[in-house]
DNA sequence: GCTTGACTTGGAGCACACTCCAAGTTCTAC
DNA sequence: GTAGAACTTGGAGTGTGCTCCAAGTCAAGC
């Protein structure tokens, strides 16, 4: 086959290969193997000689679990997820709540970070205030 | 000596054991230990049977250690802060520095959070849209 | 067809931030 | 003054999420 990709069969996919899905999602080759390892991606396709590529389907879920990810979500949890998700339509209620669970655990934890920048605005207003009333002198922080 | 807290000299402080300030921090008493010996907190006031006893500004500085950890500041990077201020006032500067640093890159944090939230808050949509347009059929998620 | 670099696997190792442990000492209440 | 809880230390162990490694296989260009 002088075809460029010697998937077993069908389709004409993208299908990258594990350094192409590395660099547009940021996670290593190693971070990949080790999350498809783990369960929170399907087995992904392989080439006749037993190498993986990526299709769309497969950046879309990546894409998905980076943002569960960033915003906090434990890999046993996404790992719960997934497993959901493989056992098909019946789990969406169950998804759901996952969901709307992590979501409202999102906004509490924007609320928090929030407050605490608001404490740190104050912090920095007084070691400027330091600054400018009192340059080198000596007194306690 | 009947008098209750045995310091060396000085003071009519609070001087909490270091279980009633990890009631007070959430931190466990180990952390605690953890979080001297690491050179985030100077060492703290001990008895005269070697037992610490946390000050009024003891506590106040765990605050606002906690804030920084909260907001995701490093163990390495609050070691470097808690130098500088053992370092006295000539490092107000520094100390600005890394508080206005860490601020921003605070605010770019949320900034990322609140657009996941609204993804998720799509996601979340498209999920209950399954449930309501069909329920009991076997699309793919 | 051969070289060079990318890929494969299972498993070991690592950084971070704690958390636990053992053996001994101190504190508090009675 | 004594029992029992709380404390002390140094050091080992843990969970999470990767990250690296060795030894071998595969792919792409010349």
Redesign the pocket.
Known sequence: MAD???LPEQNREPAL????V?ERTG????????????GLID??G????????YAAADLAWLEFLLRL?ETG??????QHFARLRADGAATVPDRLAMLRAHRSSLAERIRSLRRNATALDAKIDHYEQLLTEQPETDTPA
């Open positions: 460029g990709s010697t290969t594990i350094a192409q590395a996670l290593s080759p190693d971070t990949l193997r080790y999350y498809e390892r783990a087995r992904v392989r080439t006749t000689g037993n190498q993986r590529r990810r979500m434990s890999i046993t949890d996404m």
